[in-house]
């Protein structure tokens, strides 16, 4: 049976690049393709307030990234946080990326805010706190695009911490087998993450945190491990649905 995951879409490409990559929910079908995997996808612009009928619309669920932050507390931000309980009550699966990282870790009552040390953009590397096998060949860490000001600032109770760096304490998080969110971006790959800084520096990236990072992101070696990521959030998923 064909997974059928909903993405919850949170935000959205910038104007000035989205004729080129598409949405932030088109780079999630990409990415899964481009891992192997057949999934069908239903897209809800929730933060326009388009939302599913029910916590049981869809397989298994995504939820973006976005502009916005979770601090602003918007009205449709808490419908979303309430359907994600609900989500999680009826068993998943969730993943949730950057916004939804802090989104799903604030329904769970923990803390997200502005980060004191400023901005995480570029590549960042996260070390493994728990064995996950789809990353296994990767040495017990793996490196992905970031682009953040917010962070999770202290771990849900209900959650586990799988991933982690010296910047971001609580880089991924697992919540039983129904939820599993990560900071960065494994939907960005190093030439969208290098034009997003481009067009963001200065406002509202400060350059002090672009310009390193895009000298990073323009060396030869530069890369992700997004693919492998993919086959990780994918098997997370899947498992969910059948359990």
């Known amino acids: 049976m064909t997974l059928k995951i909903g993405i919850l879409a949170t935000g959205t490409t910038p104007d000035n690049l989205i004729d080129q990559y598409g949405s932030y929910a088109d780079m999630f079908v990409r990415l899964f393709e481009q891992a192997g995997y057949g999934f069908t ?3 809800y612009d929730v933060r326009d307030d388009v939302f599913p009928e029910s916590a049981e619309a869809c397989d298994a669920w995504i939820i973006t990234g976005s502009k916005f932050s979770v601090c602003d507390k918007s009205p449709w931000m808490a419908r979303l946080k309430d359907l994600i309980l609900d989500i999680y009550d009826t068993g998943g699966p969730i993943v949730g990326i950057c916004f939804g990282h802090q989104i799903v870790a604030e329904a769970f009552g923990a803390d997200v805010d502005r980060y004191p040390q400023g901005w995480g953009v570029g590549l960042h590397t996260y ?12 040495d017990g860490r793996f490196t992905l695009n970031a682009v953040h000001q917010d ?54 990236i400060p350059s002090t945190a672009t310009d390193p990072a895009l000298v990073a992101l323009d060396e030869a070696s530069a890369q992700t491990d997004s693919l492998q990521v993919a086959h990780w959030m ?6 969910g649905r059948r359990r």
């Open 41 to 43: 996808f239903t897209t």
């Open 127 to 138: 070390r493994l706190e728990k064995n996950v096998a789809e990353l296994s060949a990767l």
């Open 151 to 204: 962070q999770v600032l202290s771990k849900p109770e209900q959650a586990d911490v799988i991933a982690s760096s010296s910047f971001c304490p609580f880089a991924a998080l697992q919540y039983d087998d129904r939820i599993l969110t990560l900071q960065a971006h494994p939907e960005f790959d190093v030439a969208f993450e290098t034009r997003l800084l481009q067009s963001r520096r200065d406002a509202p």
């Open 234 to 239: 994918a098997e997370f998923l899947q498992q």
